[in-house]
């Protein structure tokens, strides 16, 4: 059917603005997404999980905490190990992350339900939790007291001194709270993402589990944290200076 | 007529797809069991706004009347929802009605959706059974599977998922939930289910399922309460599956 030539033309097919639809077979976005979603767990969250466990060997005293440090700094490889399983997934995670924040309209002011408000929550727990990542690793990892290669005496002494500061401890908080957050819906967003849990009771009782897993996180890294604040200044080795 | 109870409600309104958009406010009698389509008509009838002004009636699309032909949809008190079931008794005045924002504006409260009917031509959202001859009948579904099914076939194309959604804009291009949950449902469909691999396919691409956030705005604005949540967590696992298999299998 061949259209008229009238002065005024509405048909809808001349309408080119909007959101543009799917782009099937185009891209590559599914594998980053995918990837950024599984580097969460692994080995990002994995590495959380034992970096939460084996810090809170302060509750059990310097030497427990130093000897924890030396035979993870002892491992074979080492930094490879922790540039190939820690420093790339996280820069990864953490840059790719900002792009889909990005590009997401966060709108709890017109619909605050539940989900929403943790789909805006996931992205700013995100950002502080990337913010004390990063200051956090700059401090104990490349700046200071090298805790590789014998310097694993003062590991204890390092976290110490640097808790002195209220305002560290206060931040090491917020870090530890961020985190957990963060990571604990992220299983939960995994597990419906990829499919495991389908049904709503599934998805449902999954997130008890998830809550259980961000208190269970918080509370140990506070406890750990409390291993530092109650050990008096002389059970603690002095880092000396060169 | 001084005393009777009246219903404020406050347009936004725009002439053309690029004019500037400007607001108008109506004030109507009210009647037991008003919906925001009666009180639409009611405007076209005396196309007068509140301050006496004479102006053009509202331009907005309706066709079933029943939340069944999905024509409706708008945004009203800023929340995607059917104009002929939201019930002015169910509303906190002064009522605003706004056209969907994340769709082209045609005028006033209409909107061009038809992103989702490109979206369905897409992920294949159909049953393949054109041929040039007789096919017979199909295979018959279980009672389970209708079950399954039969909710999912109720969508009515009206897009408060997508208009709802924060992953669903211009910078994403998201497919949106409609379509995810229209692929759940001919993939379970025993003849729908030959284009199975097309569809997952098809929602690896570009704007596909990964971009869903998971904030479920769309399971909870959807007027028909199709499990939408479910059929993106299901369709999410089969594309999964299915993209191990092209990874390692081809």
């Known amino acids: 059917m061949a259209s008229s030539a009238s002065s005024i033309d509405t048909s809808p097919a001349r309408i080119q603005k909007g959101v543009a639809p799917l782009r099937a077979g185009q891209g590559y976005s599914f594998l980053l997404r995918r990837l950024h979603s599984l580097s969460g767990i692994v080995p990002i969250g994995a590495f959380l999980v034992e970096h939460f466990i084996s810090n809170s060997e302060a509750v059990n005293g310097v030497q427990a905490y130093n000897d924890q440090v030396k035979f993870l700094t002892s491992l074979p490889f080492v930094h490879v190990l922790e540039w190939v399983f820690i ?37 700013w727990t995100g950002i502080i939790a990337f913010i004390y990542i990063v200051y956090h690793t700059y401090n104990m990892r490349f700046t200071g007291v090298h805790l590789m290669g014998g310097g694993y005496q003062y590991a204890f002494s390092k976290v110490w001194f640097d808790f002195q500061s209220p305002w560290t401890v206060a931040f090491y908080v917020v870090g530890i709270v961020a985190a957990s957050w963060h990571f604990s819906y992220g299983v939960w967003l995994f597990a419906a993402k990829w499919g495991l849990t389908v049904g709503a009771n599934a998805r449902r009782k ?25 050990t008096p200044a002389d059970q603690v080795p002095w880092v000396e200076h060169d | 007529m001084a005393n009777s109870k009246t219903v404020i409600i406050k347009i936004k309104r725009q002439q053309t797809p690029e004019s500037k958009p400007y607001s108008e406010e109506f004030e109507l009698t009210y009647r037991p069991g008003m919906n925001i389509t009666s009180a639409l008509m009611d405007i076209a009838a005396s196309p007068v706004t509140r301050q006496g002004k004479v102006t053009t009636p509202v331009a907005y699309d309706s066709n079933c009347l029943e939340e069944v032909c999905g024509s409706c949809a708008m945004l009203i008190n800023g929340q995607a929802k059917m104009a002929c079931s939201a019930l002015i ?37 159909w049953v393949p059974v054109d041929g040039t001859y007789d096919l017979g009948p199909g295979p018959r579904q279980s009672a389970e599977e209708q079950e399954q099914a039969y909710p999912l076939s109720r969508c009515i194309s009206c897009c408060c998922c997508m208009e709802a959604c924060p992953q669903f804009n211009e910078k994403t291009g998201f497919v949106g939930a409609a379509a995810i949950s229209q692929v759940r449902l001919f993939n379970t469909h025993p003849t729908g289910k030959a284009l199975k691999v097309d569809r997952l396919q098809a929602l690896m691409g570009d704007g596909g399922i990964q971009e869903c956030g998971y904030a479920q705005n769309c399971v909870e604005v959807c007027p028909k309460d199709i499990p939408l949540t479910r059929s993106i967590a299901d369709v999410g696992g089969q594309v999964m599956w299915q993209a191990i298999k092209d990874f390692f299998r081809t």
């Open chain 1, 206 to 230: 999954f997130g008890f589990v998830c809550a259980g897993l961000a208190v269970l996180l918080v509370g140990i890294g506070l406890w750990t944290i409390t291993g530092f604040t109650r």
């Open chain 1, 87 to 123: 420093f790339i997934p996280i820069l990864f995670h953490a840059l790719y992350g900002i792009y889909i924040w990005y590009r997401g309209e966060s709108n709890v002011g017109e619909y605050p339900w539940t989900g929403n408000w943790l789909y805006t929550s996931q992205r």
């Open chain 2, 89 to 125: 008794d169910n509303l906190k005045q002064p009522i605003t009605l706004e056209p969907f924002s994340k769709f082209p504006i045609i005028r006033d409260l209409q909107v061009d959706r038809s992103v989702l009917f490109e979206n369905l031509k897409k992920v294949k959202g």
